[in-house]
Structure formats: C-alpha cells, structure tokens
C-alpha cells in the first residue's frame, strides 16, 4: 500500500490517501508520518480516504493490533477522523473498533462531502 499525506489548509484537514495493497507496516508507517507531520495540529483533524485501498492483506490480528495501536498514540487523543469507505470494501471495521476500546473514535463515511462537513463542524457525531 502507498499513501499520500497532505495538509488541507483551506478547510484546515489533514488529507490521507491509501492506495494500493494494505499491510500492516504499510499503515503504520503512514500514521508515524502523519503524526510526525501534523500531530501537532490543535484540533487534529484527518480525512482518510480508503477508498483506493484494493487489496487488504492484514490478518485479523493485524488489524486488531494496528486498532489498538491508533487507539494509544497521545497525539491522536481528541483527533476528529473521518475514514472514507467504499461500500463494496470496507477494510477498517476491526481497526475502528480497537481503536475506539483505546478512546479513538474513528468515524466511517461513504461520501467526501459528509466526511468533510463532518469534520469541519462542531458536531459530535456523525449525521
């Protein structure tokens, strides 16, 4: 898997594109270039979009390993993330829900507008 980190500084969002092949050392790496780059930011808020991500070769235990691993990452305490899925592939259900045990709450999204809106709004939840 390949990404691509960038910072929006219009809507003041931290982009993410995945792509590619999904592994574990691949994901980490990205969140360990995303809070190296931007974990200073107060709000942290990041824009996930998964949506290119083909091929998911993480176990059940990677992905529950890497949920917790998010989960534990101080710069990510009170971060907004939205992860944009695509329908038909949702590659982060067990990592949302390891993360959200650690009191990340990863928020999924099947649209760039409602992830966007989302993120730069005062809403708690997703609507």
Known sequence: M????RYDSQNRVVRMLLYGEATYANRVEAVRQLVAK???LQPLRVFADVRRVSK????LEE?????VYLGQIPALYGARVAILNRAELNTTAVMRNKARDGGLVLHSF???RAA???LTSAAEVPS
Request: glycine share 10%.
């Open 56 to 59: 998911m070769s993480m176990t």
């Open 116 to 118: 966007m809106k989302w």
């Open 110 to 112: 099947l649209t760039e």
């Open 38 to 40: 931007y974990g200073h």
């Open 2 to 5: 390949s990404f691509q980190i």
């Open 63 to 67: 992905q529950q390993r890497y949920g």
